[in-house]
């Protein structure tokens, strides 16, 4: 007779049901796998267990490093994801030559990515999260990401997902407003993407191309 199994995943593991298959993100290694039929085995809960039914199953999670052992599995942060409802997005506003400075702080940021795994990026934008969003949050968005999308057609890299959203909210959180980052994966065919969102509004992207997508991580 088979019993439920729990466990968590490791702190680099993140997961996502889409349909019958279960997506894992190892953001340690860079790398995505789909577990096809993956969830005909394991079930995923809302306060981020894993829940088996068969020990060889568990035995398996465990010798890949998927898994943790540890109590402190229990207590670790895990942002809850809002379904975004609307978009943000600002028309390009003001002078390149004006907006150097911001430009300056975008190139610094490309080049210290290119030179970064994703586990240590993923850090830096947990570092940069503001505690505490300004009264006039809304307008610095709105603003912010008008002088971002000037700037960005002049800077190399930022048609990638990854870096133009790290970029911008690297912008962001300079200027006190706290974002997420969410990433997101849909499978045949396989794709990923990443976006930001402040609260149910989606920031600098379409909405209709993020829903399309099943988020796998928060950052």
Same mark, same amino acid.
């Given at each position: 007779?088979?019993?439920?199994?729990?466990? +968590?995943?490791?702190?680099?593991?993140? @997961?996502?049901?889409?349909?019958?298959?279960?997506?894992?993100?190892?953001?340690?290694?860079?790398?995505?796998?789909? @577990?096809?039929?993956?969830?005909?085995?394991?079930?995923?809960?809302?306060?981020?267990?894993?829940?088996?039914?068969?020990?060889?199953? @568990?035995?398996?999670?465990?010798?890949?490093? +998927?898994?943790?052992?540890?109590?402190?599995?229990?207590?670790?942060?895990?942002?809850?994801?809002?379904?975004?409802?609307?978009?943000?997005?600002?028309?390009?506003?003001?002078?390149?030559?004006?907006?150097?400075?911001?430009?300056?702080?975008?190139?610094?940021?490309?080049?210290?990515?290119?030179?970064?795994?994703?586990?240590?990026?993923?850090?830096?934008?947990?570092?940069?999260?503001?505690?505490?969003?300004?009264?006039?949050?809304?307008?610095?968005?709105?603003?912010?990401?008008?002088?971002?999308?000037?700037?960005?057609?002049?800077?190399?890299?930022?048609?990638?997902?990854?870096?133009?959203?790290?970029?911008?909210?690297?912008?962001?959180?300079?200027?006190?407003?706290?974002?997420?980052?969410?990433?997101?994966?849909?499978? +045949?065919?396989?794709?990923?993407?990443?976006?930001?969102?402040?609260?149910?509004?989606?920031?600098?992207?379409?909405?209709?191309?993020?829903?399309?997508?099943?988020?796998?991580?928060?950052?």
């Amino acid at each position: 007779m088979s019993h439920e199994l729990h466990a +968590w995943p490791a702190a680099h593991i993140h @997961l996502a049901r889409i349909g019958a298959d279960i997506v894992v993100l190892d953001t340690a290694g860079d790398a995505y796998t789909c @577990l096809v039929g993956g969830a005909e085995h394991l079930q995923l809960l809302t306060d981020g267990r894993i829940r088996m039914t068969q020990n060889g199953v @568990l035995e398996d999670l465990t010798a890949a490093g +998927w898994v943790d052992p540890s109590a402190a599995a229990a207590t670790r942060e895990r942002r809850r994801f809002q379904t975004p409802i609307r978009s943000l997005n600002a028309e390009p506003s003001g002078f390149a030559l004006r907006l150097l400075p911001l430009g300056l702080q975008m190139l610094a940021t490309t080049t210290w990515m290119h030179e970064q795994p994703l586990s240590e990026i993923l850090d830096a934008a947990r570092r940069l999260r503001p505690a505490d969003r300004k009264p006039d949050g809304a307008i610095t968005v709105d603003r912010t990401i008008g002088a971002f999308e000037t700037v960005r057609p002049w800077l190399p890299g930022q048609g990638l997902c990854l870096q133009r959203a790290f970029s911008l909210l690297s912008c962001l959180a300079r200027r006190g407003v706290p974002v997420d980052w969410v990433f997101g994966v849909r499978t +045949w065919p396989f794709a990923a993407h990443c976006w930001l969102q402040q609260g149910d509004t989606v920031l600098a992207d379409d909405l209709d191309r993020v829903l399309g997508f099943t988020p796998i991580l928060i950052v």
